[in-house]
Each structure stands twice: as structure tokens, then as C-alpha cells.
């Protein structure tokens, strides 16, 4: 019978799990608002898993959730919790962090992922696409507001590596924009 910590865990990438993570999230939602501190979201998708499982199989789409997660657990600090939502989707929660920080924290998680194929020579290249959003301080965002903006600013960062030319993105600006947002379309190294 497993214990209640491996209820909360993630059988394939041993992160958290998504109902874990929203109790984190709304807890940290409402110390933030308490503390007046800011809270900032990453919510990240691996892309192409599908032709990952289909090119090279599904223990290779495994491995590449699993690098997925490797890198995302080293990156994070003590306090930050990180998760499994579903499928290809994670989750970061960076209590005290700004939009700012987070954004390039984004950027360079995803500068990161790119080199997994370092470790991992089978996967070839893999990438992401990340939303961010956050809770300025003072602010009376609940948890649910936090989520459903990093869901559109991912779901916005998914669309823009549709337009020609474009790369995959970080997005951190308006959920629908005309592309004069604060967007990365590269990644720096350092992390925080």
C-alpha cells in the first residue's frame, strides 16, 4: 500500500502531481496576498511527443519526459515546487519571484531542455513552449487567476511557433498580442 508522499508523486518522473501541485498553488496564493509577496507560474510543454513516441518509440517519449523533469528538479530552488500536470505538461511555482525573474528563469529552463540531447544522444533535439505568469505584490489575484493566465500565455506561446518563421517561444506579455510583448525567442544560460 503506498504511503500518502507517493500519492502525490508522479510515477514516471517521481515530480509532483497535479492535484499535489494545485494545493501548493492555492496555499501559495494565499501566503502571497497575506506576506504581499509576488508569486510567479511556469507552465511548460514538451513538444513533439507524439512524433517522439511515433519516430522512436514510447520508451523514448518516457526518456524524454524524464530528461524533461531531471532538468526542471535541478533547476528548482528549495522552496519552488515543481510538478507533473498531465501528459507533457509541468508546472513551476516560484513563491517571492517577480514576472520579470521568472521570465528569464523561463528562458534559460528552456535554453537548458535544448541541450538535453547532450545527455540523451537517442532523443535528438527537444524543445519547449512555456507560459509564464505572476502575482504582483499587493495584489488579490487568487490561484485560479495565476493558472488560467499561464494557461493562456502558453497556449499563446504554442501558436506563435505556427507562424512562419517563428521560433518557439517563452511568453510572458498579453495571452493574444500582436507580437509586441515581452517574448524570448532564444534562451540565456544562467538561471537566477
Known amino acids: 500500500m503506498p504511503n500518502a508522499t507517493e500519492l502525490f508523486l508522479d510515477g514516471l518522473t517521481g515530480l509532483y502531481n497535479r492535484a499535489y501541485f494545485l494545493d501548493r498553488l492555492s496555499e501559495a496564493a494565499d501566503a502571497a496576498q497575506e506576506k504581499k509577496l509576488?508569486?510567479?507560474l511556469l507552465?511548460?510543454?514538451?513538444?513533439?511527443?507524439f512524433l517522439i513516441n511515433h519516430e522512436k518509440g514510447r520508451p523514448a517519449g518516457d526518456r524524454a519526459l524524464q530528461a524533461l523533469a531531471d532538468t526542471l528538479r535541478r533547476s528548482a530552488h528549495e522552496h519552488e515546487t515543481v510538478a507533473r500536470m498531465a501528459g507533457d505538461q509541468f508546472a513551476m511555482l516560484l513563491p517571492g519571484t517577480s514576472l520579470a525573474t521568472a521570465t528569464q528563469f523561463a528562458r534559460a529552463i528552456r535554453s537548458?531542455?535544448?541541450?538535453a540531447h547532450e545527455v540523451h544522444p537517442d532523443l535528438g533535439a527537444i524543445d519547449v513552449c512555456i507560459g509564464v505568469s505572476a502575482r504582483p505584490p499587493g495584489d488579490a489575484w487568487e490561484a485560479a487567476d495565476l493558472l488560467q493566465l499561464a494557461e493562456l500565455r502558453l497556449t499563446s506561446a504554442k501558436r506563435s511557433r505556427l507562424r512562419p518563421g517563428a521560433e518557439q517561444q517563452v511568453w510572458a506579455g498579453p495571452p493574444e498580442?500582436?507580437?509586441?510583448d515581452d517574448v524570448d525567442e532564444g534562451g540565456g544560460s544562467d538561471l537566477r
Open 112 to 115: 537548458l531542455i535544448g541541450r
Open 38 to 40: 509576488a508569486l510567479s
Open 43 to 49: 507552465l511548460i510543454d514538451l513538444d513533439n511527443l
Open 177 to 180: 498580442s500582436s507580437g509586441d
